[in-house]
């Protein structure tokens, strides 16, 4: 089975840290919010991938190849920003003979069984109970869990079941037609092609598409939200080895992940701290924090901090959303 995954997104809530890198590949507790998704698929079977790229897609493509080389991957450039509709229906001709596919949206880490959605015997869309569902899509569910009708960021919602960003579709023919007709008749929501339209013309047409609630789901789109998915994550990892080598006079509170070659002296890191590669930290203490590959921190008190890549700070006491490739001095 194929798994469509768009990853085209400019990500716009997590500037500046997306002005030089795709939303995708930013960390959360130790690997790319990308990777965490195609390490859950992998591990409930699915071998083939179609990755629909656009905003610095090289880098996703170079991330993904350098990475995955044993999985079968494809990459499809969606050169306009029509919305996820759109991006789906550019993978036509790549599945369009397949009996089901699975579509994962690319900024979107969740927790469920997969071999079990994958077993279902109609189309299924991953679901769960939020407090405000006015910025997602919302289904509407009739008593055996099927779908009565499906609206996309609805101002005056009807339910609180969001879609989390995972669907699983039976009937192939059936999704890319009615992403057709919407396309060849320009039927917008927001100004965007959305596949909740499409799915909700399904339904329309007889289709029987049921829901699952997801134990977990975080919608890695914002700051607090990625803070958040790293805290819950690093906990949830049995052994996290760190090479003591590379830490001097420093105390690290668990959990912590420290990425290779990192090097850390004179500073207390943790509790809930991601350390990308290569980084280093001094005379410093962390809590709470992504600091992603590359980065230089010298007497620094920070929490609550997302510092990307290539950064650096020194002397100051705050907290902080520093974008790849600034440099900050205070002294």
């Known amino acids: 089975m194929k798994a469509i995954i768009p ?102 880490i969740f927790e469920t069984s997969l071999k079990r959605v994958l077993s279902s015997p109609t189309s299924v869309l991953g679901v769960k109970k939020v407090d405000d ?47 057709r007709f919407n396309i060849e008749n320009k039927i917008k929501t927001q100004n965007e092609y959305h596949l909740t339209d499409a799915l909700m013309r399904m339904i329309e047409n007889g289709v029987i598409i049921k829901t699952f609630e997801v134990d977990n789901w975080f919608d890695c789109g914002k700051k607090e939200i990625l803070l958040q998915t790293n805290e819950l994550l690093l906990k949830r990892i049995k052994e996290l080895s760190i090479d003591k080598k590379l830490l001097n006079d420093s105390i690290i509170i668990p959990p912590v992940f420290i990425g290779k070659n990192a090097k850390i002296s004179k500073s207390v890191i943790g509790p809930n701290v991601s350390i990308g590669e290569n980084t280093s930290i001094h005379s410093s203490i962390i809590k709470n924090s992504i600091i992603g590959p590359y980065a230089h921190i010298e007497t620094a008190i920070l929490q609550d901090t997302l510092i990307g890549n290539d950064s650096r700070l020194k002397g100051m006491s705050h907290t902080l959303n520093l974008g790849d490739n600034a440099e900050i001095s205070f002294n």
């Open 7 to 108: 990853v085209a997104g400019i990500g716009s809530r997590l500037k500046p840290h997306t002005h030089t890198q795709p939303k995708a590949l930013i960390p959360v507790a130790g690997k790319p919010i990308l990777a965490h998704i195609i390490d859950n698929l992998r591990s409930a079977g699915i071998e083939e991938f179609i990755f629909i790229i656009g905003y610095m897609g090289d880098k996703i493509e170079n991330y993904i190849t350098r990475n995955y080389p044993d999985q079968k991957n494809k990459f499809i450039i969606q050169t306009s920003r029509k919305g996820i509709g759109h991006a789906i229906y550019l993978a036509k001709e790549k599945v369009i003979k397949c009996e089901r596919i699975l579509i994962v949206l690319g900024d979107t």
């Open 133 to 179: 569902p006015r910025q997602f899509g919302v289904a509407e569910i009739n008593s055996d869990s099927s779908i009565k009708k499906l609206v996309e960021k609805p101002l005056i919602p009807k339910s609180n079941m969001a879609l989390v960003g995972v669907y699983y579709i039976k009937e192939v023919a059936q999704l890319f037609d009615a992403l």
